[in-house]
């Protein structure tokens, strides 16, 4: 086995896991937010909901593409091998 499939190998069970996480860790970061800066801005917060949301959908476009990238261009030119 050489050392790109046991990279593989420690990583691809690493993004899985990250994946059904995901879900949940965007609900902790909403309740968070909404906690900290929604109490202390009152009506200012939601003027700048759509600033939040913005940034939300944002990161998760950015996470898909991590996803993405790391699961199909990476094994393409030879980085990582995520196929089973």
């Not at 996480?21 to 970061?29: A, E, S």
């Not at 939300?56 to 593409?65: C, F, K, Q, S, T």
Request: aromatic content about 12%; some cysteine.
């Amino acid at each position: 086995m050489s050392q790109l499939d046991r990279v593989s190998v420690i990583l691809k069970p690493i993004f899985k896991r990250w994946e059904k996480l995901h879900i949940g860790y965007n609900l902790i970061l909403a309740v968070t937010l909404l906690l900290t800066h929604g109490v202390s801005m009152g009506r200012d917060f939601i003027y700048l909901a759509p600033l939040w949301l913005a940034g939300a959908v944002a990161a998760n476009i950015r996470g898909l593409v991590l996803s993405i990238t790391c699961e199909y261009f990476f094994p393409m030119i030879g980085i990582l091998r995520f196929n089973e």
